[in-house]
């Protein structure tokens, strides 16, 4: 690819937000990108943590392989902070790209802060940080460590926007009755301003430097729109038998404001970036507006906002037009970015190159680590276990890490890596029923069947008699081969009429286990009239048509799981036996040889595909 591209982030962006305000056109911005280019859903990876997920973005890694684990950190005074670019373990695109003699401009990036790489010209995420008190103008300098190089700050110091900029005039646009909220009570107001003076001051720092600055690569996130649709839902997306208190009527229009700013932000850095740039918008996550309730000042369950689809839309002289993508995921963008720039991916990335968003399709090549490249020296995977400072805030900190870092190694299968951390979790913090549930399935994973009976004899003292109960002790039966125990204890299962998510799902795998195709549709349905964007349901629902002799059923459920997690072995490897059953011997072919990509040490698929016949489809 020639020329250059403009990759920008807004947190918690969601279609089914963006996508009514696209059609009534207060979103032209957005709207000529998705008609001029490629867009779909980004699913995510866990945790929602948008640090974590930001430097998954740009580095092609998850959170166990790349170490920022957190937003914040404490520091020696006890105070927290954001998260510093020595806590990232991995290269980054502006490293890779600046090996190879391109120049990066980067804005407002979690773990950004102090970095030192070559070729890049950066503004840390804490620049937008009140050095001074209210009152006080102008603030003193930015915290040491916001630029690269220093001496940007004689151009950038003195434009940073306080939330004092922002001021009624700015506040009616978002919120046209505001005199009538009690401050006093109604603190809102107060964090709107500090959520726009950031986002603001992060346009203005990548305008000035897309104005002044060399580049090839320039990355920018935005993160107020997070927060918004979490403390600020319009009245009309809470669902029926949800109790909206009547200030929100007041707030109504500040999330789709914020949305028609962040277009006219998004336009005025296209301009500056050229019509030759190629434009990247992603969000690493989405935002679940409906159904929260709103318990005062936030909903009771901090993560129950966010949703695991973000949005995902691209512009540029070879980009398709028009076209939609799916299966896109976060751990997709480095590896899509690298060729754009006709550059290897890196052989530790798990993610791909979205090679359907190219007009001419590009040549795809893998070559050893970035790291090793760049002179970064491979770290153990195994996590620090040791809190950083002896006081209670970082020992919270710590915990709240190492919970993070288990979440996104059992959800990537490095259940070695995950089990120290959650065996001194769960030691010292055995009430704690998450961590010993999660030390019971990483126990089951690595085969070791005497400590999960003992965790989950620990974990069963603490829950009454239930769902939560049986699901365990069913799976600890089924993994000790003892089926007929197993059966009892899904019996019993089924006439609890399990409804959460986690438990359809978890009895769906104790159903394939035990080849009940029947009951493991039933399960699979269940779940996606909960959740239609479930690709574990729609795996589990392929398995059993394919069992019970629907293969074209299959396929179409299959090619759904596929289409909403394309990280998904198994879908591939049921998608090209319902093929192959159609006698479709071609489009199974290249359904093996996309699962072999994503894991090419599966033996099974290996010799699988070594036994599709080579014949035209049809």
Sequence with gaps: MSGRLLLVEWDAADWKVLHPLIDAGKMPVLNQLVEEGVSGELSSVQPLV??????????????????????????????????????????????????TGKRSLVVGWPASHGEKAGNCVLVSDRYPEPTAGPGIHPWPPAKP???????????????????????????????????QIDQKRDHRIGQLRLYLAADYSYQTAMMELLKREAWDFAAVRFPALGPISQFFIPPHLFQPGDSAPPEFELYKGVLSMTCRILDNMLHQL????GKDATIMLV???????????????????????????????????????????????????????????????????????????????????????????????????????????????ASAWCRESDWHFVQSAMEAGRYAEALPVLDRLFREFPEQLDVGYALFQCQLALKQLSGASDTLEVVLES????????????????????????????????????????????????????????????????????????????????????????????EESATRAIGLRYFLPDA???????????????????????????????????????????????
């Design 463 to 554: 829950i009454p008699a239930g769902v939560a109960s049986l699901l365990p002790r069913a799976e600890l039966a089924i993994a000790k081969g003892n089926f007929n125990e197993t059966r009892n204890l899904v019996e019993e299962l089924h006439r609890l009429k399990p409804t959460h998510p986690s438990a359809l799902r978890r009895l769906g795998l104790l159903l394939l286990r035990l080849r009940e195709w029947n009951a493991l549709e039933e399960i699979a349905n269940q779940a996606l009239n909960i959740d239609e964007r479930d690709p574990i349901a729609w795996l589990g629902l392929a398995a059993a048509q394919l069992r019970k002799e629907k293969p074209k059923a299959a």
């Design 50 to 99: 948008p640090a974590m997920l930001c430097t998954s973005l740009i580095t092609g890694k998850r959170a166990w392989q790349h170490k920022v684990c957190h937003a914040m950190e404490p520091s020696q005074d006890g105070r927290m902070a954001t998260i510093p670019a020595t806590a990232r373990q991995t290269s980054t695109l502006w490293q890779m790209l600046g090996q």
């Design 283 to 393: 969000s690493a996550h989405g935002a679940r507006i409906q159904g929260i309730p709103a318990g005062g000042f936030a909903p009771r369950d901090q993560e129950s906002w966010k949703s695991p689809f973000g949005i995902f839309a691209v512009r540029g002289p070879n980009i398709a037009r028009d076209t939609l993508v799916y299966g896109a995921s976060v751990l997709d963008v480095a590896p899509t970015i690298l060729t754009c720039f006709g550059l290897p991916i890196g052989d530790d990335m798990e993610g791909r190159a979205l090679i359907e968003a190219f007009r001419t399709t590009p040549e795809i090549t893998r070559a050893a680590s970035w790291d090793l490249q760049i002179g970064i020296q491979p770290r153990s995977n195994v996590k620090d276990l040791s809190p950083p400072l002896d006081h209670p805030a």
């Design 145 to 179: 460590g916001t630029y690269l190089p220093d001496t940007l700050r004689i151009r950038l110091d003195t434009a940073r926007s306080s939330p004092e900029h922002i001021d009624a005039s700015v506040i009616s646009r978002y919120i046209p009755g505001w005199q």
């Design 270 to 273: 296209i301009t500056l970036a």
């Design 572 to 618: 591939h490897f049921i998608l090209a036996r319902a093929l192959v059953a159609q006698g479709r011997w071609l489009e199974a072919r290249y359904a093996m040889q996309a699962l072999l990509k994503i894991q090419p040490e599966n033996r099974v698929a290996a010799n699988y595909s070594k036994r599709i016949p080579v014949k035209p489809a049809g």
